[in-house]
């Protein structure tokens, strides 16, 4: 395998993003972690609560069921707001250092010419 070039600005900016570190990069995939397992157990314990009250007799029992239906559908949306905003998180980290690594490459071509 190729030894990468130093000069390559591709290689040069994956170096500078892996030499960058986050503090709260970990907790972030953690989080990413719980959202994404928080979606379909909220999909799960909607589809749960919607078959316990569909073969209940009494309207109690009806009742304690929708809850769980309810408390599904919550779980679902806090599990797709979490994986959203870490998800998000992380791919306009990798952007902002994408785009100020180009501003950088671009300043460093662009100097001025010391002609005075």
Do not use: C
């Amino acid at each position: 395998m190729d030894r990468p070039d130093a000069n390559d600005p591709t290689d040069r900016f994956l170096q500078d993003v892996a030499a960058i570190r986050v503090k709260a990069a970990g907790r972030d995939a953690l989080l990413l972690k719980v959202g994404a397992a928080m979606m379909p157990l909220g999909i799960a314990l909607t589809v749960i609560g919607w078959f316990l009250s569909r073969n209940s007799q009494t309207s109690l029992d009806q009742n304690d069921a929708l809850i769980v239906a309810v408390i599904g559908v919550a779980v679902a949306v806090v599990g797709v707001g979490l994986f959203l905003r870490y998800s998000l998180a992380e791919f306009l980290r990798f952007w902002l250092a994408r785009m100020i690594h180009q501003q950088d490459l671009a300043a460093r071509s662009n100097h001025p010419t010391e002609s005075e």
